[in-house]
T-cell receptor, first 112, second 118 residues
């Protein structure tokens, strides 16, 4: 079936690196995403990776994709208190039409 | 930068009433989607729409839901007779076609409409 799993909580100290992990089950994914959601707000696309890539770096963000293990990670370098939010892993599948499946979200707490 | 816009940002409606949630996707996009997020839960796929018809829908998208692209720029989600459990944030998204490879581009999401059914 189509499922995206991620741990529910992560707590880090300000200035440390955060690594949020995600696993997915469907190998037909086209894009994999990381979205950030602050309380009461919408979905902010942080970064995405195309399924034939294995790494993407964008300023403080590094995405690693291990297609063999169906594992996606997001590393945030020099984590700041403003990074505290829920981070959703998601994959877009093509099954006759496109749809995006989301994980349950990882709540990141950044301690000053 | 192009963006998906949704209106209204917050709608309150009485149980049993019909609501229409509106979205303006990015102008050259061809695929359109609705998702919902019940408070504190994950974002769930409702429906995808391409070439003026539904291409995929989830089991949540039952007969009380319908989508329409009435005029070439708007994309709407109608809930015919709202129930308390329809209270959620509804997100619209759109994606385009890649120039090569035949696959769609990444999906861009709107900021959501918070629907409260009382």
């Amino acid at each position: 079936g189509e499922d995206v799993e991620q741990s529910l909580f992560l707590s880090v100290r300000e200035g440390d690196s955060s690594v949020i992990n995600c696993t997915y089950t469907d190998s037909s994914s086209t894009y994999l995403y990381w979205y950030k959601q602050e309380p009461g707000a919408g979905l902010q696309l942080l970064t995405y990776i195309f399924s034939n890539m294995d790494m993407k770096q964008d300023q403080r963000l590094t995405v690693l994709l291990n297609k063999k293990d169906k594992h996606l990670s997001l590393r945030i370098a020099d984590t700041q208190t403003g990074d505290s939010a829920i981070y959703f892993c998601a994959e877009t599948l093509y099954t006759g039409g496109f749809k995006t499946i989301f994980g349950a979200g990882t709540r990141l707490f950044v301690k000053a | 930068e192009p963006e998906v816009t949704q209106t209204p940002s917050h709608q309150v409606t009485q149980m049993g009433q019909e609501v229409i949630l509106r979205c303006v996707p990015i102008s050259n996009h061809l695929y359109f989607y609705w998702y919902r997020q019940i408070l504190g839960q994950k974002v769930e796929f409702l429906v995808s729409f391409y070439n003026n018809e539904i291409s995929e829908k989830s089991e949540i998208f039952d007969d009380q839901f319908s989508v329409e692209r009435p005029d070439g720029s708007n994309f709407t989600l109608k809930i015919r007779s709202t129930k308390l459990e329809d209270s959620a944030m509804y997100f619209c998204a759109s994606s385009g076609l890649r120039r090569t490879g035949g696959l769609g581009t990444e999906a861009f999401f709107g900021q959501g409409t918070r629907l409260t059914v009382v």
